[in-house]
């Protein structure tokens, strides 16, 4: 009797064990495919997550890209921009260079004139005194041509009147003196010589 409860008993034990483990499998099993489920579901999202990144990533690249492009680009006009401002700056500096060397040639230039200025009026200075004295001379030339012109000119008359008399003797009388030409005077002889 006791065997029988107890076999009865185990029976039970196992029965209700069994139905226990069918339970469980159907638990597992479901908890199986929602785990399955929510990893395919993980899955896709990281898929999705990824492409997104890949995406990102090359969207970043591209811009890295363009960035660097741009800045080789913008390196190349300030590198150009610099040399020409060199090429200006030494144009430049020899501009001013040849500036200062013409205006310093041209100070030179005026220290020459003025000093030539000042010698000609030191000239014209020292020419008035001579100027004073050739217009003396020539004045006291003047009067001595002057003078010998008269002189002659009355010698030239005394001769004229001799000849006269000459070629006419019965209009005056004759005497010792008479065929005797008057000499002219030295000043007359000088003047004379001059005009032959």
């Known amino acids: 009797m006791g065997i029988q409860i107890s076999f009865s008993g185990l029976m039970v034990v196992l029965l209700v064990g069994a139905v226990s483990a069918c339970t469980t499998t159907n638990d597992v099993e479901r908890l199986d495919h929602t785990v399955t489920r929510k990893l395919d579901a993980l899955t896709a999202t990281m898929k999705e997550e990824l492409r997104d990144l890949k995406s990102i990533q ?18 190349t006009v300030i590198y150009a921009n610099v040399e020409t401002m060199g090429r ?22 005026q220290q020459h004139l003025l000093t030539d200025h000042q010698s000609f009026e030191t000239t014209v200075g020292g020419l008035t005194p001579l100027a004073t ?6 004045q006291r030339l003047t009067d001595i041509l002057r003078e010998s012109y008269k002189t002659e000119l ?5 001769r004229l009147r001799i000849l006269e008399g000459m ?3 019965t209009s005056q ?10 000499a002219p005077s030295d000043a007359g002889r000088k003047s004379q010589a001059k005009r032959d």
């Open 133 to 138: 004295s050739l217009d003396q001379q020539v």
């Open 88 to 109: 200006s700056y030494e144009s430049l500096d020899r501009s001013t260079k040849r500036l200062a060397e013409s205006l310093k040639t041209d100070h030179e230039l």
């Open 167 to 169: 070629a006419n003797p």
């Open 154 to 158: 009355l010698g030239l008359r005394e």
């Open 173 to 182: 009388p004759r005497n010792d003196s008479s065929g005797i030409p008057v």
């Open 58 to 75: 090359r969207a970043q690249d591209k811009r890295q890209e363009d960035l660097t492009k741009s800045v080789d680009a913008l390196k």
